[in-house]
């Protein structure tokens, strides 16, 4: 099931790439296309985030992943690259975990 | 005008690859997510050669990780994936290619290669080098930073101990963070947010992300008709 998901993922995100250099502008060009396409990854990515930090299954839950998108906000806030604010996240959770202050 | 003369032809390719160790470095935390998700290091491969777009393969692995189904997991990478046929349209007219050069330019069209050539818009030539070198460094590193985050995380063992499931959202936020350059953008971020929480006791696991899409994006065009946008290179229209 994995694998399938994968593999039409894959081919999902190839058509979409391919499509821009095969199909005529004027389709993908509309004003209101062109927003569409720009807000979609910003919306979605807010979701994902906030999705991904407070649920677990289907319950709203606190636990040390705040703690390491705290320090992701600050990294990023720092200007500092991705892997630091990721890493950041990834330490600062495992560090809270261990002093057992979140679960 | 600037020619492409060999001091600028180093120069592009020495920028191309640093980006690409700049995103093979975060490829580690990819591979190393991925595999804490449950995908195996094969599957983990898979994703970065052949879906080779980073928010996709994040959001994909988040969603299966979080027990959402195959359906969800693809229809959100697939609608994240989307703003790469836009790049496209742009690079076709850049780049021009025929066979199988456009299979290899379609694959490697991603944020950093599209972001690169338009940084040297004022010369084509430059443009052309810069797309290619900078798709060709990022694929190269992005897979070989994958290998070494999934073997690496296949080792470690419990991701939860090393805060390796805090590591999604802050990748999320890594990505979302460069695209809040409007009042539009950062908006619809907040508004999305709110909504995916409140839907998440409610339906399956990754479909209230899709509804808060669907919500926030379409208010996000009925508020901006007719304005101006600026997309997340700065530039006014991509492809225009």
Do not use: C
């Not at chain 1, 979609?40 to 677990?56: D, E, N, R």
């Not at chain 2, 994040?58 to 959402?68: I, T, W």
């Not at chain 2, 994240?80 to 496209?88: E, F």
């Not at chain 2, 907040?190 to 479909?207: H, N, R």
């Amino acid at each position: 099931m994995i694998w399938a998901t994968v593999l039409i993922g894959s081919i999902s995100a190839f058509a979409l790439k391919f499509a821009g250099f095969v199909i005529p502008e004027r389709f993908l060009t509309t004003p209101t296309m062109r927003r569409v396409t720009l807000l979609i990854p910003v919306s979605l990515l807010a979701g994902l985030l906030v999705v991904q930090t407070f649920s677990s299954g289907s319950t709203l839950v606190i636990d040390a992943r705040v703690v390491g998108l705290g320090a992701a906000t600050v990294s990023l806030a720092l200007r500092a690259p991705l892997l630091v604010a990721v890493l950041s996240a990834a330490a600062s959770a495992a560090l809270v975990r261990y002093l057992g202050w979140l679960p | 005008m600037t020619a492409l003369t060999p001091e600028r032809r180093r120069r592009i390719i020495i920028d191309a690859i640093g980006i690409g160790a700049a995103t093979g470095a975060y490829a580690i935390s990819f591979g190393a997510i991925s595999v804490a998700a449950g995908l195996s290091v094969l599957q983990t491969q898979a994703l970065s050669s052949l879906m080779f777009t980073g928010a996709s393969q994040f959001a994909m692995v988040g969603v299966l990780g979080a027990g959402g189904g195959a359906v969800t997991a693809i229809a959100i990478a697939t609608l994240l994936g989307s703003r790469n046929a836009l790049y496209a349209l742009h690079m076709s007219t850049v780049l021009r290619p025929r066979g199988w050069r456009r299979l290899a330019a379609a694959q490697l069209t991603i944020d950093e290669s599209t972001g690169m050539a338009i940084g040297h818009q004022d010369d084509p030539p430059s443009s052309r080098l810069a797309f290619w070198s900078t798709g060709v460094a990022v694929f190269v590193l992005w897979n070989l930073g994958t290998l070494v985050g999934a073997l690496g995380a296949d080792v470690l063992g419990d991701p939860a101990r090393f805060g390796l499931d805090a590591a999604i959202p802050a990748a999320f936020l890594a990505l979302l963070w460069p695209r809040l350059v409007s009042r539009l953008a950062r908006t619809v971020a907040v508004l999305s947010a709110a909504v995916a929480l409140i839907l998440t006791p409610l339906l399956p696991s990754g479909t209230p992300v899709l509804v808060a899409g669907a919500i926030a994006v379409t208010i996000g065009v009925f508020l901006t008709r007719g304005a101006q946008e600026t997309d997340e290179f700065g530039q006014r229209a991509v492809g225009s």
